[in-house]
């Protein structure tokens, strides 16, 4: 690997390192994953989205496409093709990209998510097909997640266990914000500036 | 002039005569760092296993550097597995050249950039429009910084020494904004419309790495605002810079990172957006992925075993906040990207103890202790700052100080007494080490403050 090497900063780098180490060795180390305890997973998620000031609603599967169609509003939505035939509210057009010149078309975005964190509040896409490409969820200056129960996990440490292998992944915990004046916390600034979550109930 | 590199041009007593006089800048950045303070210890306080989470934080940081030349041979293949190009770049130089050949390589005059300590360590802005080429910063408080002319003088919040009306004035004078107020979420949405059309056109974007994943070659930016979301999204080439020692052995060491830096530097139980990416993504994203992993003085400071541990930063600023020296001095003082309690051990050892006026910065502190009881990787700052006051090489004068202070540290209240001493107008130089009492004497002491932070730190517990 070494010998065929044509890179001479590679190659100092990396024996400037191995000098550096020597007379050290490695400590083997054993990781137990932290665990988050909550007695109420969904409780907890939807209290703390809410708390970074994304809109939460709770709800069965039946009553989601109302919702959906009342949280869209009149704008333009597009929607991840992924998504359950059913959830589709009637005028929403399905697609898993906006490309730039398209970036005003759109006030709204929605999609399903890969799961989703009681400790943080915080939502992760993994960009699969109910949740389109990365631009589906960043151009709009709206985005409508929907997240069912089964897809919230505790901590921090069980979303990391279950993502591995996952190449692409976003998290967004509430809308865009920035502390950047004064340190006081101002929502929106490039990413969407209204964040909704459907938290969906299995149908009884 | 923002992206100002790591190489202090005066001695760190000289340099904070000047910021001291700067009394709107104080002001602001007291304000700042209270406010942090308190915000960031109820965000730990939330977390049953804090301390053990620093723990094991530690450890890996430890193993994925005594393992550093393993793990980013790993990295580099993951990487190119999945179609990105790995470069390496010995100093801040060649990183540039790198850079900038990319961008060349396309015919590019101008890219976007997220907000990156380690693009400002090596000075690409400025080494890019030496070459023609426009570099863009898109972080609110960088893009304060740069139509200001200032540098960051915060790691987290670089334009913490500018308050909302200087901010209204600058966007008046030099976007056009037509700005009525001085509304903080007015001025943000004037800098959203400023910068969402260069997003749109941006063929390259340039970033930095909070960290990357040996075992799958993930990458990832952890951010607020979304400019870094825009950037590694919309363009068709990214540039990423990342000093070598930010490689993690394994995937599930992301856990440790997302439950400590959030809490850590903005006091959120986590930032709004995350971003991690592996190579190329065909049908989502750029194209084209470079990563570029930098020494620039890493493999220095990894050499010395015994402060090797300076390297396990990950850049949360919290030291900063708690750091009585800092609040006073300000981030400028240090003459380095790396301000406070971190640039303080960081900047000497990237540049060598032998740097005449770099070699001055483990004098700032007062040895209080508060930096290390925050820091979640739990790097012992004081005591390396005590090991590089005697590397910089104390005459012998001094050296009675040194003795001092490690007897000072070796006691908090000890030292508590010594600063309740020198709040009596006693002065502290005689108790401290040669380099702070110099220091010490570059400043008023009735600017101590009423109570110590260690004081304050006890009674809010
Ligand atoms: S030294 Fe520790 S507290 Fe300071 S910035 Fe680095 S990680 Fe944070």
């Known amino acids: 690997m070494e010998a065929e090497s044509v890179n001479p900063s590679r190659d100092a780098i990396l024996a400037r390192l191995r000098e550096a180490l020597e007379g050290s060795s490695p400590r083997p180390r054993q990781d137990e994953p932290g665990a988050w305890p909550t007695p109420d997973p969904v409780a907890e998620f939807a209290e703390k989205a809410a708390e970074y000031r994304a809109r939460v609603w709770r709800g069965c599967q039946a009553d989601a496409p109302a919702r959906l169609a009342e949280v869209i509003g009149a704008g333009r939505a597009a929607v991840a093709p992924g998504l359950d035939t059913h959830l589709i509210p009637p005028g929403a057009e399905v697609r898993s990209r906006i490309r730039p010149v398209e970036a005003e078309t759109y006030a709204a975005a929605v999609t399903g998510c890969r799961l989703a964190i009681a400790e943080t509040g915080t939502i992760v896409l993994d960009h699969g097909p109910d949740q389109g490409t990365r631009s589906l969820t960043l151009l709009p200056d709206h985005h409508i997640c929907l997240v069912r129960t089964d897809q919230i996990v505790a901590g921090v440490a069980e979303a990391v266990a279950a993502l591995k292998g996952a190449g692409l992944q976003t998290w967004i915990s509430g809308p865009s914000a920035t502390s950047d004046i004064e340190l006081i916390r101002v929502e929106g600034v490039h990413g969407p500036r209204r964040l909704d979550i459907l938290i969906l109930e299995p149908d009884a | ?220 930016v952890v951010e607020s605002e979304g400019n870094g979301r ?83 930063c990950i850049r949360c600023s919290a030291c900063l906040n708690v750091c009585p020296v800092y609040e006073r001095a300000g981030g400028h003082a240090y003459g380095s990207v790396y301000p406070g309690p971190i640039g303080a051990i960081l900047t000497p050892q990237l540049l060598g103890m032998e740097h005449g006026e770099a070699n001055s910065l483990p004098g700032a502190s007062s040895l209080c202790g508060a930096c290390l009881e925050v820091c979640p990787v739990k790097i012992d700052i004081p005591r390396i700052l005590v090991e590089l006051r005697a590397k910089a090489g104390v005459k012998p004068a001094e050296s009675a100080g040194l003795k001092a202070a490690a007897w000072a540290m070796a006691s908090p209240r000890r030292f508590e007494a010594a600063i309740r001493w020198a709040r009596r107008g006693r002065g502290l130089a005689p108790l401290l080490p040669g380099p702070l009492s110099g220091w010490l004497q570059g400043r008023d002491l009735p600017e101590m403050p009423a109570r110590s932070f260690r004081e304050e730190w006890r009674r809010s517990r």
């Not at chain 2, 109820?42 to 989470?53: M, T």
């Not at chain 2, 966007?171 to 903080?184: E, I, M, Q, V």
């Open chain 2, 230 to 312: 825009m950037c590694l999204t919309l363009p068709r080439v990214l540039a990423t810079v990342m000093g070598v020692e930010k490689v993690f052995p394994l995937w599930s060491d992301v856990e440790l990172m997302l439950r400590l830096l959030p809490r850590s530097s903005t006091a959120e139980r986590m930032n709004p957006y995350t971003s991690f990416w592996t190579g190329v993504r065909p049908g989502d994203g750029p194209q084209e992925f470079h990563l570029i992993l930098l020494d620039n003085g890493r493999s220095r400071v990894l050499a010395d075993p015994s402060t090797r541990e300076t390297l396990r």
């Open chain 2, 1 to 220: 002039m923002s992206g100002g590199g790591i190489t202090p041009s005066d001695r760190f007593e000289k340099a904070v005569k000047l910021t001291l006089a700067d009394g709107q800048m104080r002001a602001n950045l007291r304000h700042a760092t209270t406010t942090i303070r308190r915000k960031r210890q109820r965000a730990q306080d939330e977390v049953p296993d804090w301390q053990e989470l620093r723990d094991r934080a530690a450890r890996m940081k430890d193993d994925a550097h005594a393992r550093l030349p393993e793990l980013l041979i790993q990295l580099e293949e993951r990487v190119q597995d999945a179609g990105g190009r790995v470069h390496w770049a010995r100093d801040a130089a060649e990183a540039r050249e790198i850079v900038a050949a990319i961008a060349a390589g396309y015919g590019l005059n101008r890219v976007v950039k997220v907000k990156s300590m380690t693009t400002d360590e090596i000075e690409l802005n400025d080494f890019l429009a030496s070459r023609g080429i426009a570099a863009v910063e898109t972080d609110l408080a960088e893009l304060i910084c740069q139509l200001a002319g200032d540098r960051p003088s915060h790691i987290l919040v670089p334009a913490i020494h500018r308050n909302r009306r200087e901010i209204q004035e600058l966007f008046r004078r030099t976007l056009g904004a037509d700005l009525p107020t001085d509304n903080p979420a007015e001025l943000a949405e004037a800098a959203r419309l400023h910068l969402r059309r260069t997003f749109l056109a941006a063929e390259m974007a340039v970033s930095g790495a909070n960290f990357a994943v040996a075992e799958t070659g993930t990458v990832a």
